[in-house]
């Protein structure tokens, strides 16, 4: 399974955006996808996951409110809304993809393919 993210960049604090990532490849056996991100000189943080097959959604508890994560079945596509961005919200966003047990879905751990990342600065 390949993935590739786009739509990072520059925005002002206060500002949102929309992150995409588009899979290929073996993709019937992906059973959750979601994104992680990397604040710098901080550890990886999970953000959110969805269920491929299913309407569950999963959402980590720092920067909470912040995400909303949906899907195109369609488009082969998940995205990220992440809104009331803060300079200190500047981070690498990864798109993962795997088998988690829900237990575990915030684990970085349980993603067996990544995205290669996508920079957010959030300038003041």
């Known amino acids: 399974v390949q993935l590739v993210e786009s739509g990072g960049g520059l925005v002002q604090a206060g500002g949102s955006l929309r992150l995409s990532c588009a899979a290929a490849?073996?993709?019937?056996?992906?059973?959750?996808m979601g994104w992680f991100y990397q604040v710098p000189g901080k550890e990886r943080e999970f953000a959110a996951a969805?269920?491929?097959?299913?309407?569950?959604?999963y959402y980590g508890s720092t920067m909470e409110g912040q995400f909303t994560i949906s899907k195109d079945t369609d488009k082969n596509t998940v995205y990220l809304q992440v809104k009331d961005l803060k300079p200190e919200d500047t981070a690498v966003y990864y798109c993962?993809?795997?088998?988690?047990?829900?237990?575990?879905?915030?684990?970085?751990?349980?993603?067996?393919?990544w995205g290669q990342g996508t920079q957010v600065t959030v300038s003041a």
């Open positions: 993962v993809a795997g088998d988690p047990g829900i237990p575990l879905i915030h684990s970085q751990w349980e993603y067996e393919f």
């Open positions: 490849g073996d993709i019937f056996a992906i059973k959750h």
């Open positions: 969805i269920s491929w097959k299913a309407d569950n959604t």
